[in-house]
Nanobody, 118 residues
Framework: QVQLVESGGGLVQAGGSLRLSCAAS????????MGWFRQAPGKEREFVAS????????AYTDSVKGRFTISRDNAKNTGYLQMNSLKPDDTAVYYC???????????WGQGTQVTVSS
């Protein structure tokens, strides 16, 4: 199993940037696909981005393409989500998640709040 802890959230003005980190411990981080999800008040949790085990393949939801970048450093057991040009609609609790190549998103962090003011 792997344990995940997010950090880096906070309050930022529209147009600003934040970088979220996801520190992994337990089983070797590099065996997991990593993803970021978010949940805004009153809304369902939604997929934001994912990155393959080796870091060569990324996927993004349409609303963040060109603004967010997912990355990982397997040597540091850490994943990242660089968020630029933030909008008030990006306000949510952001969660880091992990899954094996054939599994579901079974491993989750506790979440970190991102608030974007207009």
């Amino acid at each position: 199993q792997v344990q995940l802890v997010e950090s880096g959230g906070g309050l930022v003005q529209a147009g600003g940037s934040l970088r979220l980190s996801c520190a992994a411990s337990g089983r070797t981080f590099s065996v997991y696909v990593m993803g970021w999800f978010r949940q805004a008040p009153g809304k369902e949790r939604e997929f934001v981005a994912s990155i393959s085990r080796g870091g060569s393949t990324m996927a993004y939801t349409d609303s963040v393409k060109g603004r967010f970048t997912i990355s990982r450093d397997n040597a540091k057991n850490t994943g990242y989500l660089q968020m630029n040009s933030l909008k008030p609609d990006d306000t949510a609790v952001y969660y880091c998640a992990a899954k094996t190549i054939t599994g579901n998103w079974d491993y989750w962090g506790q979440g970190t709040q991102v608030t974007v003011s207009s």
